[in-house]
Nanobody, 122 residues
């Protein structure tokens, strides 16, 4: 079992940047495909980005492609989401998630963090 803890959220102005981190403990994160998802109240959790165990395969939602970059440092047991050119519609609670096996763009992940709030506003 792995425990995931997100950090790096906050309030940022439109056009600004944030870097989210997801620190894993319990088991080495290199065993897991990792994903980032986001959710607003009353809405379904949506896919943002995902990365394979080696980092060789990455996926992005169309809404963030070209602005967000997912990466991982298996030696530090941490996954990152660099978010640039942020827009108000990026406002949400962001969750990281892990699963063994294939990297997916659905919410079919086994392990989830508690989330970190990202607010993009003037």
């Amino acid at each position: 079992q792995v425990q995931l803890v997100e950090s790096g959220g906050g309030l940022v102005q439109p056009g600004g940047s944030l870097r989210l981190s997801c620190a894993a403990s319990g088991r080495t994160v290199s065993s897991y495909a990792m994903g980032w998802f986001r959710q607003n109240p009353g809405k379904e959790r949506e896919f943002v980005s995902a990365i394979s165990q080696s980092g060789g395969t990455t996926y992005y939602a169309d809404s963030v492609k070209g602005r967000f970059t997912i990466s991982r440092d298996n030696a530090k047991n941490t996954v990152y989401l660099q978010m640039n050119s942020l827009k108000p519609e990026d406002t949400a609670v962001y969750y990281c998630a892990g699963r063994s096996g294939l990297v997916l763009r659905t919410t079919d992940y086994y392990y989830w963090g508690q989330g970190t709030q990202v607010t993009v506003s003037t």
